[in-house]
């Protein structure tokens, strides 16, 4: 099984240079699987030291719901959230290796997470970050699943907790993760075609 590209993104970006803890939800923001919303939302709960980016694509009245909840966040909060707009292609890797934490927030009640693995998870790792997710069956059980941060259930405050608790001074390298997904995945293949070989 493979659950998407294993192509490690070669560094381009040194991170934000302002002393804060930059964190990235990246995707849609289609209110059903719920991700952009309540990854902006977590910044109520994180300190000064925290800077919240939305990056993603959604329909013009959805764009302008979360720029409201952007909005209201800020005049509230102590750490900064920002709808950072769509990024694609070169300008996305290059926003998420100035970044240090990729979230996974997707709501986990919809029926298609029986069945798809979030690639956000690959991307973020593919381009150095730490990633925080909801743990569900198609995550954890996978080759990715001890090497990511999980909150239990779909709460700004609980998914902001996981964020703060975080150490970004320990030894961490999930370009490597990437990597060795790729070298096993390469050897597992190489494997199979050698027996069906011999089988012929």
Known sequence: MVH????????RETKFDDNRVHVVYAGTLDS???????AAASAEFLDENYHVHIIGFGTREQTNHLESIVDRINKESEAIVSYDGLLMGEDYVRFLQKCHIGLSTQ???????N????SKILSY?????????IRIEA????????????YEEQDPREIA????????????????????????????LM??????????
Not at 107 to 113: I, L, M
Not at 191 to 200: A, G, H, I, Q, V
């Open 139 to 150: 995550i954890e059980r996978s080759v990715i699943g001890d090497k990511v941060y999980y």
């Open 191 to 200: 494997k199979l075609l050698d027996s069906d070989t011999e089988l012929r």
């Open 161 to 188: 907790s996981v964020i703060s608790r975080i150490d970004l001074n320990q030894t961490y390298d999930s370009r490597q993760v990437i990597n060795g997904l790729d070298a096993e995945f390469s050897d597992r």
């Open 32 to 38: 059903r699987k719920g991700g952009a919303f309540v």
């Open 107 to 113: 709501n986990p009640d919809g029926e298609y997470n």
């Open 115 to 118: 069945t798809s693995f979030p």
């Open 4 to 11: 998407g590209t294993y192509q490690v993104e070669r560094m």
């Open 125 to 133: 790792l593919a381009n150095g970050l730490r990633v925080v997710t």
